[in-house]
């Protein structure tokens, strides 16, 4: 029964977005600036990744607790540099 829910929402969702992923993905460019830096920044501090910080940080030392940081920004520049379009 869960599959058969699951295919129609998404059969559904394909054609309330018009078949085009990049609808689906980036709502066709047309999100406010403040929602994309709410999410990314919800993203970025979810519950996981601050107890993973957390935990290594105590284990083994300041500098691993401080990798998953330091990547995350990475990436949110590596997307805003190459994905983002004015």
Do not use: M
Not at 12 to 36: D, H, M, Q
């Amino acid at each position: 029964a869960f599959i058969a829910v699951s295919f129609i929402i998404g059969l559904w969702t394909y054609f309330v977005v018009a078949g085009k992923s990049e609808n689906f993905f980036v709502a066709g460019r047309s999100l406010p600036v403040w929602i994309l830096i709410f999410t990314l920044g919800a993203q970025a501090v979810d519950v996981n990744s601050l107890l993973t910080n957390t935990d290594l940080a105590y284990k083994y030392h300041f500098y691993d607790g401080v990798c998953i940081p330091i990547g995350i920004a990475g990436s949110l520049f590596l997307n805003a540099v190459f994905f983002a379009h004015k």
